[in-house]
């Protein structure tokens, strides 16, 4: 990840809108006796759709994203992080999700 970009893509990741609320939390993969509350959840900035637990798995992992993502972080920066949410959005959202989680696709 390119210097100076940690803090804008950690901030992208937890102030746009969830889309999807899950009353769940997810175990740390490195650390199964941590839980991140709501990792579940799903969040978009109208483009991408990402896990809230992505936040923490970047911030205290370095994880790595799609240099994609990452230019489109860059790209957004000033815009104002909230989404004229629709069912419709909400939903596809939901769809996609879940048929990446069962390791389908479109």
Do not use: Q
């Not at 990741?13 to 650390?31: E, T």
Request: charged share 25%; aromatic share 10%.
């Amino acid at each position: 990840m390119p210097e100076g970009v940690l803090e804008d893509v950690l901030s992208h990741l937890v102030n746009w809108d969830v889309v999807v609320d899950v009353m769940a939390a997810s175990s740390d993969p490195f650390d199964h006796s941590k839980f991140i509350s709501g990792g579940p959840s799903l969040h978009s900035d109208g483009v991408w759709v990402w896990r809230h637990d992505l936040e923490y798995l970047v911030r205290n992992y370095k994880v790595g994203l799609p240099e994609e993502f990452i230019r489109h972080v860059i790209e957004s920066r000033g815009k104002e992080p909230h989404l004229n949410l629709t069912h419709e959005l909400c939903d596809e959202a939901s769809r996609v999700y879940f048929l990446a989680e069962k390791g389908e696709s479109e």
